[in-house]
């Protein structure tokens, strides 16, 4: 008798072990979805709006005042929080032509350029994104981006700089052409390097600038929407026109992939700035899926730049940057500016 209910304990545990094996890729689907749900990430439906808008909500320096639009129509200041955020949206991966894009947006003028029409934006916002043979991801991002930018209120323009071949390709230094090349356009006070193929998944991740300078591509998929290290500071950046002018911009010295990101976090961080970061679950991005470009090798020198950067960084940046515009169009989705830039890289790997 004892042996039986041994025997039938020992068939009723494995049954049960069984019956748990086969659970258990089901149960850790449950768990996960748990975490997602508590996280406020849910993967395979449209993720709902669980934090308030008010985290990441940044200070206006300007005062309230009403103040007249291009119509000379008195208009008031947008509010603090714009009324139409929805939080996660859905990306869209599929390019579209640009006059696709552009006929869902008919209030969008040459240039790239956008105001809110029925109140002032307090924020005059230029987007700086480096460029070279991506027109597909730059379709991906401008059909994802505008509406989200559209419904921050801001005061907007998006600047297209592409780097003339055959030089190997210098992230940083179109970022500071870009900078330079804005404002000769209008007084932005806010500028957000932006990587082409960034997606943005969530619109309380606001493209305006705070008091320090922000991490914005907080999470993204390419890393599992994990911050890679403590200092990242890749894919998307957002700096005042007074953070950029005491960090004398970006490095100009990094040709080819890597380490240019690291230089800036080091440069904010020499000069007294520290560097802000919103949640992961608002700063989320899908990256566009590609190979290493040609042109853009790993640069093997990164290392010794980076570590050399804090005895370059106030003669290399803003002051003592070069380039040749070859264009400059206003086209109807972005301002492009299609530069050569004297290639240092290349002279002195001849020595
Ligand atoms: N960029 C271009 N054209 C280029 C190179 C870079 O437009 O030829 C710009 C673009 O805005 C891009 C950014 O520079 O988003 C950064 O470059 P990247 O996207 O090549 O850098 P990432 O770290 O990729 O994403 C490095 C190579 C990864 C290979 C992965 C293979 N599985
Ligand atoms: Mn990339």
Not at 82 to 109: C, D, T, W
Not at 172 to 189: P, S
Request: hydrophobic share 35%; charged share 25%; aromatic share 8%.
């Amino acid at each position: 008798m004892g042996q039986c209910r041994r025997l039938h304990n020992i068939r009723k545990s494995t049954v049960s072990i069984l019956v748990l094996i086969l659970l258990l890729p089901y149960l850790r689907h449950v768990i996960n979805e748990g975490r997602a749900k508590l996280a406020g990430i849910a993967k395979d439906h449209p993720r709902q709006l669980v934090t308030a808008p008010a985290i990441h909500v940044k200070h206006s320096f300007e005062k309230e005042q009403a103040t007249r639009n291009d119509n000379n129509v008195t208009v008031n200041l947008c509010p603090i929080v714009p009324p139409n955020l929805i939080g996660a949206f859905f990306v869209n991966m599929e390019p579209e032509s640009f006059e696709e894009i552009q006929k869902r947006h008919p209030y969008i003028k040459p240039g790239g350029r956008f105001q809110p029409l029925d109140c002032k934006s307090r924020h005059r916002v230029a987007i700086i994104v480096p460029f070279r043979d991506r027109e597909s991801h730059l379709k991906i991002l401008l059909k994802n981006l505008l509406p989200m930018l559209e419904r921050q209120q801001l005061d907007y323009g998006i600047y297209v700089v592409e780097m003339a071949m055959p030089t190997t390709f210098n992230r940083a230094v179109l970022m500071n052409i870009g900078y330079k090349e804005a404002l000769k356009d209008y007084d932005f006070q806010c500028f957000i390097f932006h990587d082409v193929d960034h997606i943005p998944e969530n619109d309380l991740n606001l493209y305006n600038c705070q008091r320090s300078p922000s991490h914005l591509a907080v999470s993204v998929d390419k890393n599992n929407y994990k911050l890679p290290y403590p200092g990242a500071f890749g894919g998307v950046v957002a700096l005042t026109k007074e953070h950029v002018i005491k960090v004398n911009g970006w490095s100009n010295m990094y040709f080819g992939w890597g380490c240019e990101d690291d230089d800036l976090y080091q440069r904010i961080h020499q000069n007294g700035l520290k560097v802000s970061r919103g949640p992961a679950e608002i700063g989320r991005y899908k990256m566009v899926k590609h190979l290493r470009d040609k042109t853009n090798q790993k640069n093997k020198d990164r290392a010794n730049l980076l570590k050399g950067m804090k005895t370059r960084m106030r003669s290399d940046g803003l002051n003592s940057l070069k380039y040749d515009v070859l264009k400059r169009e206003y086209r109807p989705l972005f301002a492009y500016i299609f530069v050569r830039i004297p290639v240092e890289g290349d002279t002195k790997s001849h020595h």
